[in-house]
């Protein structure tokens, strides 16, 4: 299953210590002019990750465009093969507690920066995007605007890796849409703050603006808030500070722009996009009105944005049971168990579904199940079904 992204950047900014672990002998290496991996996983994993890291810096090249030449030192990326590994390596770095993802280490001696990864769960490559962008703007600009190093990071967070091809390609998995929609919803949002943030004031919120922003800048039609973002890249300096950068870009941006068109411009463009939302609101009207095959297409977008949301799952169970299909019903509401439903919800459900398949003994357990973990809601019908087996 997939794991939601983190809404707090995962890097650290650590000093220089004298007693520095040296590379061990059984990681494997690949090198480019850009980037140098190392990589317990063995030869073929290190070329492997080279590939996939210099597609990702290709992506990311695309938007800001740096010379690759001002790169003082290689892009390192530290690779173990357990996660085991991988907290003994930031334990000896004097990183405190274990962390569940891949992390940027930073350190004042640029030389010794580092993204540091652990096998390969069914997200890695979402978090080598994330990070990678991350370990990427610093090496060209120490101190971006927040909003634009987090808002990319989270907007690459969204690529894929496709195998076949050995290429990245853009997903149209809109992940953050909803929250940014439902902050939208409580009024315009202060792009003022948003442009100025300091780390002490960032939050899931201003993350999730960030990458609407990012999101806006990258996808708009809008002629002149294309050459608006241009101006705000070209603002940006690798000498200055985090405060005089934001200022730059406020600045840029004011002087073509007023704060409030762009927020209405910002607006306009969420509203026009389809989230987990829609599609769980478009299928469940289709389901309603009987058409099954356009609301599982709909519950399968919703399913692509939360695959480890219930409700995709259990509705995609509901439309094949609706359908007749009741081998398939069960697959999907076995899914949706996995996440964490309403007590009875599935149990009930998975009952009429064995009692349709002529499964007496599974849909009274399950049946019973329902009315035990629910009564309130599920007694009355449950034993209406139940007294039809007798």
């Known amino acids: 299953m997939k794991k939601e992204p983190r809404m707090v950047v995962m890097f650290l900014v650590l000093a220089a210590f004298p007693m520095m672990a040296q590379t061990p002998s059984s990681l494997a290496t690949a090198n480019s002019d850009i980037f140098a991996v190392q990589s317990e996983l063995g030869s073929a994993h290190a070329q492997k990750v080279l590939t996939i890291v210099q597609a990702l810096y290709d992506q990311y090249n695309q938007v800001f465009q740096f010379d690759k030449s001002k790169l003082t030192n290689p892009l390192q990326i530290r690779w173990f093969a357990t996660k085991q590994g991988f907290d003994a390596y930031l334990s000896s770095k004097r990183v405190e507690g274990s ?14 920066n580092e993204l540091v990864a652990w096998g390969e769960d069914e997200n890695w490559f979402k978090s080598l995007a994330f990070q990678g962008f991350i370990q990427y703007i610093w090496s060209f600009l120490p101190n971006p605007p927040i909003w634009l190093r987090n808002g990319f990071a989270y907007y690459f967070w969204d690529l894929e890796w496709d195998e076949a091809t050995g290429s990245v390609k853009r997903s149209d998995n809109l992940t ?17 703050q948003l442009l100025t943030l300091d780390e002490a004031r960032v939050t899931p919120d201003s993350d999730y603006l960030s990458w609407a922003l990012v ?140 009692f349709y398949l002529r499964q007496y003994e599974d849909a009274t357990n399950f049946l019973r199940q329902a009315i035990a973990e629910n009564p309130a809601d599920y007694k009355t019908n449950a034993e209406q079904v139940l007294a039809l087996m007798q």
Do not use: C
């Open 215 to 354: 999101h806006y800048f990258s996808n708009t039609s809008n002629s002149a808030d294309v050459r608006l973002f241009a101006n705000v890249l070209i603002a940006l300096s690798p000498s200055e500070t985090l405060s005089n950068n934001s200022r730059s870009v406020l600045n840029r941006i004011t002087s073509a722009r007023s704060l409030s068109d762009l927020s209405a411009n910002l607006s306009q463009h969420l509203n026009g996009l389809q989230g987990f939302s829609t599609f769980m609101e478009d299928g469940i009207d289709r389901f309603r009105s009987g058409n099954w095959a356009a609301a599982t297409e709909s519950f399968n977008k919703a399913l692509a944005l939360r695959p480890n949301d219930f409700r995709p799952h259990y509705y995609l169970g509901l439309t094949a049971y609706s359908e007749g299909k009741y081998e398939a019903a069960a697959i999907h509401y076995n899914n949706a168990k996995n996440f964490n439903p309403p007590p009875g919800l599935i149990a009930y459900a998975m009952g009429l579904n064995s």
């Open 99 to 112: 962390r569940n993802d891949f992390v940027f280490l930073s350190w004042r001696d640029a030389s010794k």
């Open 176 to 192: 953050f849409l909803d929250a940014a929609k439902n902050i939208i919803r409580r009024g315009a949002p202060d792009l003022n």
